[in-house]
């Protein structure tokens, strides 16, 4: 199944506690294998705009991380 991609928050607007509160409780539904196929759609959608929103606000240090595992490849 195809998952329509939101760009850069698109209409949904920014993240905020009202969108991870329906995460969490999307969540907890999926754990409890009750989610239906809609709200499974909503939930995908959901982690994928909180992974943009993190990406933005607390980015990882992917930098730092290359040039370790280049170090690490070339011991090895």
Same mark, same amino acid.
């Given at each position: +199944?195809?998952?329509?991609?939101?760009?850069?928050?698109?209409?949904?607007g920014e993240w905020n506690s009202a969108k991870?509160?329906?995460?969490?409780?999307?969540?907890?539904?999926?754990?409890?294998? *009750?989610?239906?196929?809609?709200? *499974?759609?909503?939930?995908?959608?959901?982690?994928?705009?909180?992974?943009?929103?993190?990406?933005?606000?607390?980015?990882?240090? +992917?930098?730092?991380?290359?040039?370790?595992?280049?170090?690490?490849?070339? *011991?090895?």
């Amino acid at each position: +199944m195809m998952i329509p991609q939101q760009s850069e928050f698109g209409e949904q607007g920014e993240w905020n506690s009202a969108k991870n509160a329906r995460r969490y409780l999307l969540i907890d539904k999926s754990i409890d294998s *009750t989610i239906s196929l809609e709200e *499974t759609v909503e939930l995908d959608q959901l982690q994928s705009q909180m992974g943009r929103w993190l990406d933005l606000v607390a980015p990882l240090p +992917m930098e730092r991380a290359k040039k370790l595992h280049g170090e690490l490849s070339e *011991t090895y």
